[in-house]
């Protein structure tokens, strides 16, 4: 599975972001794809995670601010971030994997990251 993340920028605090995931490979409908971020300096975590069904796991406090969706014609997973915080900068990546948890090193394919800055 390959994956391409863009949509990345510099927005002020409160602002808006979509960030967009293109996959390709084969056999996508069986992988879930996942966003997690890493801030300088500190571990990469999980943001939230969709089946190819639509269902869709979250980071408790993502939840409200982040949703996830998918287009399974462009075979491309969303990420619309929302009243988005200082503490939101990192660096946002996509991974696919079978089976969604939140550990990242359990996900076994990865896209190059995507920067987000949120300015105060």
């Known amino acids: 599975v390959q994956l391409q993340a863009s949509g990345g920028g510099t927005v002020q605090a409160g602002g808006s972001l979509r960030l967009s995931c293109a996959t390709s490979?084969?056999?996508?409908?069986?992988?879930?794809v996942g966003w997690f971020r890493q801030a300088p300096g500190k571990d990469r975590e999980f943001v939230a995670a969709?089946?190819?069904?639509?269902?869709?796991t979250y980071r408790d406090s993502m939840k409200g601010r982040f949703t996830i969706s998918r287009d399974n014609t462009k075979n491309t997973v969303f990420l619309q971030m929302n009243n988005l915080k200082p503490e939101d900068t990192a660096v946002y990546y996509c991974?696919?994997?079978?089976?969604?948890?939140?550990?990242?090193?359990?996900?076994?394919?990865w896209g190059q990251g995507t920067l987000v800055t949120v300015s105060s």
């Open positions: 969709i089946r190819w069904s639509g269902d869709s």
């Open positions: 991974g696919a994997d079978r089976v969604i948890t939140s550990a990242w090193g359990t996900w076994g394919f």
């Open positions: 490979g084969r056999t996508l409908s069986t992988y879930a």
